[in-house]
């Protein structure tokens, strides 16, 4: 009997617990949190995107100049 009752009241401690994550899905606060959060992924997205065409596009200027060649005597 007492570990039926162990089993079920963690069942309605467990559900408690979850049900606080569910109501905050509801809540205007997470909802406008989500919605700045979308907003700046979005952002940062087509900053990216920008960027990667722009390196694209641009022709590179290579970072190793050419040395000329000087032959050792041996």
């Known amino acids: 009997?007492?570990?039926?009752?162990?089993?079920?009241?963690?069942?309605?401690?467990?559900?408690?617990?979850?049900?606080?994550f569910a109501m905050a899905e509801e809540s205007q606060a997470f909802v406008a949190q989500n919605a700045a959060r979308a907003s700046a992924y979005e952002e940062h997205q087509i900053e990216m995107t920008a960027k990667a065409q722009e390196a694209t596009q641009a022709p590179q200027a290579s970072s190793i100049q050419a040395q000329p060649r000087v032959e050792k005597d041996s």
């Not at 009997?1 to 606080?20: K, Q």
């Open 1 to 20: 009997m007492s570990n039926s009752m162990g089993i079920a009241s963690a069942f309605v401690l467990s559900s408690l617990f979850v049900s606080s």
